[in-house]
């Protein structure tokens, strides 16, 4: 069946640089996409999302890059924070009718300071 | 205020049991969601109802029963517990179906 996203894998950055973090989908009729971050013991929390007419949007920090050519998302992250240290999922909608999101494998991410 | 809020934050139970977990948002959003996340961090769409209506209805074994007394509430109710139930459970709502989802806190289960 379709998937989104990698096998988990980890990133680590030293606080203050920016943080890259990629989600490879294969769902082509997808129109929606939306990144959330987890924090241990929390429930996913929206950070940005983004639809299929556009390919970037910017958040406060974040940023969210959409190249539907290679079935490609990516979350940019600016000056990262010692509190920006979490599983992030990025997420598409394009199964189950468009009436849900599918969610990748998740990256963790941790910030040293 | 809690946008969405399930309770318990934790169960612990014995194999067998029958169990149940609540679900309530104050969004007044339309769709209401249970997905399951493994321990591999694998969140999984298991239900979802719309307007108390169930519209998605993922392969979960039938021991797992949605039920929606009304849109803002939707609760989960899980017979015979076995040990691979053992997960954390969030609940989860959107206004617009495949749309951004606001997520409980969990409930983490677990099947001894």
């Known amino acids: 069946g379709e998937s989104v996203g990698l096998h988990l894998p980890t990133l680590s950055v030293q606080e203050g640089d920016n943080s890259i973090i990629n989600c490879a989908y294969s769902?082509?009729?997808?129109?929606?996409f939306i990144w959330y971050k987890q924090e241990s013991g929390k429930g996913p929390q929206f950070i940005i999302d983004?639809?299929?007419?556009?390919d970037k949007r910017q958040g406060q920090r974040v940023t969210v890059l959409l190249n539907k050519t290679v079935k490609h998302l990516s979350l940019q992250i600016a000056a990262t924070q010692p509190g920006d240290s979490a599983v992030y999922f990025c997420?598409?909608?394009?199964?189950?009718?468009?009436?849900?999101?599918?969610f990748g494998k998740g990256t963790m991410l941790l910030v040293s300071p | 205020d809690t946008a969405v809020s399930q309770t318990p934050k934790y169960l612990v139970t014995q194999m067998g049991n029958d169990k149940s977990i609540k679900c309530e948002q104050n969004?007044?959003?339309?769709?209401m969601y249970w997905y399951k996340q493994d321990s591999k961090k694998f969140l999984k769409i298991m239900f979802s109802?719309?307007?108390?209506?169930?519209?998605i209805n993922e392969t979960v074994p039938n021991r797992f029963s949605p039920k929606s007394p009304d849109k803002a509430h939707l609760n989960l109710h899980i017979n015979s517990l076995e040990l691979g139930d053992s997960a954390v459970y969030f609940c989860?709502?959107?206004?617009?179906?495949?749309?951004?989802?606001?997520f409980g806190s969990g409930t983490q289960l677990s099947v001894l």
């Open positions: 989860a709502s959107s206004q617009d179906r495949g749309r951004k989802l606001f």
């Open positions: 769902n082509s009729a997808s129109d929606y």
């Open positions: 983004i639809r299929s007419n556009m």
């Open positions: 997420a598409e909608n394009g199964n189950s009718g468009y009436s849900t999101l599918t």
């Open positions: 969004l007044g959003h339309d769709t």
């Open positions: 109802y719309n307007n108390k209506e169930l519209i």
